[in-house]
């Protein structure tokens, strides 16, 4: 006699006298039962849900989510009811649809900001689909992070390297990701001279990605309490924007690079006048206040850059996650429990700028799973 008990995502058999098996997938017909985490009224106040997803087409993937970081983006949309929020998210693949080649059962992946594109455009085809027109992004739709599964298109799932962990690869899917592309997209020499400015979840990172890209990396806070921490994350120098006099700014060497990774109004006139010729500034963080600077000639005579810069597709996020395997470079993280009471928490804890550096949700089997898989 064989008996089939479906139960979310798993199947438990007993035939006859044998043993019980436990069979990590899903009869496809079924489809899955997915526990998520929404928004309500109340900011930054979350309830349990449930959702079901009909079963896999040829592309898409099923998910059971080990990790997510809380990423100060999910925050925006935390006064907006009834959105699953979540785009750092790391699992291990159960099922797949028939179309999806490069992946297996049991691997751990991640999925992150971009759900879709249009796969067709000249952007996509150029490696650039985070631009494309017909995007799918964050926080479209029920299937992001905050939840225990989520079905997804393969074509934007990304195998996490060995010897990373579920939860330190989380913040890598969007942190990591916007650091490494704003890198990536300036073309930066390793000889270049690289400014990161604020050292909080972005900028902790981005002085690891840019130290083990070989260049001479300086961080800049406007105190000095991190001014330790941000050694040990690569910095050569560190600078308190304090210090910026007019004289300090004259006789300081200047950088090919400044990355801003911070979420106040700067003296854009100021940072600017730090750049060599050809020098690029490039804006990470969301600034409260409009984006102004007067020295229009210098900017002009210098060809200095002011450039936006948004995190990566395909292309940057799958050398990203092997660049941070090949120079070990990882998010300083804090655990939460993966449920409504530790997404508030890290949500609080965000919100009054305690986190050093990223707040990971991790499910209470992650470090079981690691131990056995890895």
């Not at 009834?82 to 649809?97: K, T």
């Not at 494309?132 to 079905?151: I, L, Q, T």
């Not at 490039?282 to 007067?294: Q, S, T, Y």
Request: hydrophobic share 40%.
């Amino acid at each position: 006699m064989i008996m089939l008990y479906i139960n979310r995502a798993h199947i438990f058999c007993s035939i006859g006298k044998l043993s019980n098996t436990f069979i990590n997938t899903m009869v496809f017909s079924q489809g899955y039962d997915i526990t998520a985490f929404a928004t309500t009224e109340k900011p930054n106040k979350f309830k349990q849900v449930h959702h079901h997803v009909d079963s896999l087409d040829e592309h898409q993937v099923y998910i059971k989510i080990k990790a997510c970081g809380v990423c100060h983006t999910d925050m925006l949309f935390a006064g907006e009811p009834d959105r699953i929020l979540g785009h750092e998210a790391v699992g291990e693949v159960v099922e797949m649809g028939s179309g999806v080649k490069h992946l297996k059962q049991g691997e751990l992946v991640g999925f992150a900001y971009m759900k879709k594109s249009c796969m067709n455009c000249l952007l996509c085809h150029s490696g650039d689909d985070i631009m494309c027109r017909k995007r799918s992004m964050f926080p479209e739709g029920v299937m992001n992070g905050y939840a225990d599964g989520a079905v997804c298109d393969g074509r934007f799932v990304y195998k996490i390297p060995k010897g990373i962990e579920a939860k330190h690869a989380g913040p890598l899917m969007c942190a990591g990701s916007t650091v490494f592309s704003a890198l990536y997209g300036a073309n930066v020499s390793p000889t270049a001279r690289v400014a990161i400015v604020g050292i909080g979840g972005l900028g902790h990172l981005g002085l690891q990605f840019a130290r083990a890209w070989g260049c001479h990396v300086v961080a800049i806070s406007h105190t000095r309490d991190k001014e330790e921490e941000s050694l040990k994350f690569g910095a050569h120098e560190f600078w308190c924007s304090k210090d910026f006099t007019p004289e300090f700014v004259e006789e300081a060497e200047k950088f090919d690079l400044i990355l801003s990774t911070v979420s106040a109004d700067l003296d854009y006139d100021l940072y600017l006048d730090l750049l060599n010729p050809n020098g690029n500034f490039r804006l990470v963080g969301i600034p409260p206040g409009e984006i102004k600077f007067n020295k229009i000639l210098p900017f002009l005579l210098d060809q200095k850059n002011f450039t936006g810069a948004i995190l990566g597709g395909r292309k940057i996020n799958t050398l990203m996650l092997q660049f941070a395997a090949r120079h070990n470079i990882r998010a300083q993280i804090e655990e939460f429990p993966f449920n409504t009471q530790g997404i508030e928490d890290a949500f609080e804890h965000l919100h009054h700028g305690k986190a050093r550096y990223r707040c990971v949700l991790v499910a209470p089997e992650e470090d079981r799973y690691y131990q056995e898989q890895r």
